[in-house]
């Protein structure tokens, strides 16, 4: 969690998309990091309701862990 918040605040931005468009959020929602969202919403405001090429939010991805 530490990482991520130095990445945000040297400036990464939060809502860079990857080759299948995924963005940090919907990683951290895949793999279960809940502070991770919770940060990544609440304080460095991602957008919880971007959605990948595939047209699913990260919302969507944490349904299927």
Known sequence: MSIVRALVEKGAKKNSKDFDENTALHYASE???????IFLIKEAFA???????????????????
């Open 47 to 65: 957008d919880p309701m971007s959605k990948n090429k595939f047209g699913y939010a990260p919302s969507d991805i944490a349904q299927n862990i």
């Open 31 to 37: 793999f279960g990091h809940f502070e991770v969202i």
